[in-house]
């Protein structure tokens, strides 16, 4: 039930915003002139760590992957992105911000890029579009945070498990033995997102397939969702 009144607000937030950019194209290119639709292919790139921006990306459809670059030269998955999310440059700076993280396309991507100035009046005049966009920066904080903390407590089988729940929540589609990802993830994509090794990780994944937690081919990935909330006890 909960997934579904999530699903409900989803839908409802992208109807609004649909009609929003698709509206009279002359009129919204006047009112926000800097508005441009861009669609980029599987593994492009809307911008890298270290990038100068001042610009905001609006994702129209696909997914993009955020992601930081260590000192030691690791990778680490920061969050997932989907259609109505926000990214970019939300600091007035005289000067274009360098970006702390890189935004790539999991698949194909279509987004607007606007600049930071146009973004501001736009969410000054549609008060209904900057309160989703308000809630959605929220929520993603609050993943962030929640992965932080359950990488700092947890083992890694129960950061899987927390993982491969909340993939279920944001690209899920109901199929009959749970959820099946709207999303290819690699399992060393997986391990990113967990925060631990690809072979550890793998482990887990064939064991949990093992136990019908979930299946997994090469280019799916099945979540008995039931299955793993009763594992850990959620």
């Known amino acids: 039930m909960e997934l579904i009144m999530q699903s409900m607000s989803c839908d409802t937030k992208l109807r609004l915003i649909n009609d929003f950019f698709e509206r009279d194209t002359n009129q919204l290119r006047k009112d926000y002139p800097s508005i441009l639709e861009i669609n980029v292919p599987k593994k492009a790139f809307l911008y890298r760590q270290g990038d100068r921006c001042s610009d905001l990306f609006w994702i129209k459809n696909g997914i993009v992957k955020l992601s930081h670059l260590t000192e030691q030269g690791s990778e680490i998955t920061i969050d997932l992105l989907k259609r109505g999310d926000v990214i970019g440059c939300f600091q007035n700076n005289s000067a274009d911000q360098e970006m702390d993280e890189t935004a790539q396309a999991l698949g194909e991507v279509n987004y607007y890029r606007v600049a930071y100035s146009d973004f501001k009046a736009m969410m000054f005049h549609q008060a209904e579009l900057a309160w989703y966009v308000i809630e959605d920066m929220y929520a993603r904080k609050q993943r962030v945070e929640r ?20 993939l279920a929540e944001m690209f899920g589609i109901r199929c009959t033995h749970g959820y099946t990802l ?53």
């Not at 359950?150 to 083992?155: D, K, S």
């Not at 799916?220 to 959620?234: E, K, M, T």
């Open 147 to 166: 992965k932080l903390r359950t990488i700092l407590t947890q083992p890694v089988e129960m950061r899987v498990i927390a993982t491969l729940l909340e």
């Open 182 to 234: 709207e999303i290819h993830l690699t399992q060393q994509e997986v391990a990113d997102l967990v925060g631990a090794s690809r072979s550890v990780v793998s482990t887990i994944l064939n064991d949990f397939r093992n136990r019908g937690m979930l299946d997994y081919t090469r280019d799916q990935i099945c979540i008995n969702d039931a299955a793993l909330h009763d594992s850990c006890g959620f």
